[in-house]
């Protein structure tokens, strides 16, 4: 499994309004999943995503020990902890491996990804 955030620029009625996605790539399948979308991200958004995805019924990081992801400080400590609890363990990636990760998610989803 492979993570990063990319963002999206969206008329809302209170004008132009910036959202952050998070997303996962299952590098074995490409299957791409939107672990969440929010106009602001913070600790107690991203434990949610953490526990939507280890869920033992229906978790996307069903069977997968490993997540890849960049430095990004968004995967705050408390997600990072909540993955480790269910057993998987994370990766961070080198700043030029992650550059090379969101070209590889790009050409997979199609959507244009911006650093955020």
Request: charged residues 20%; hydrophobic residues 45%; negative net charge.
């Amino acid at each position: 499994m492979a993570s990063d955030f990319f963002t999206v620029e969206v008329w809302t009625a209170k004008g132009l309004t910036r959202f952050i996605v998070l997303f996962f790539i299952d590098l074995s399948t490409r299957r791409v999943e939107v672990g969440g979308i929010a106009s602001q991200t913070d600790g107690l958004w991203m434990a949610q995503i953490a526990r939507n995805l280890t869920d033992g019924i229906d978790g996307f990081f069903e069977g997968k020990p490993y997540l890849i992801h960049d430095r990004d400080p968004l995967y705050t400590q408390q997600f990072l902890r909540l993955l480790g609890e269910a057993g998987i363990e994370t990766v961070k990636l080198s700043y030029f491996l992650a550059i090379n990760f969101r070209c590889q998610a790009n050409s997979v989803s199609g959507v244009t990804i911006v650093a955020t």
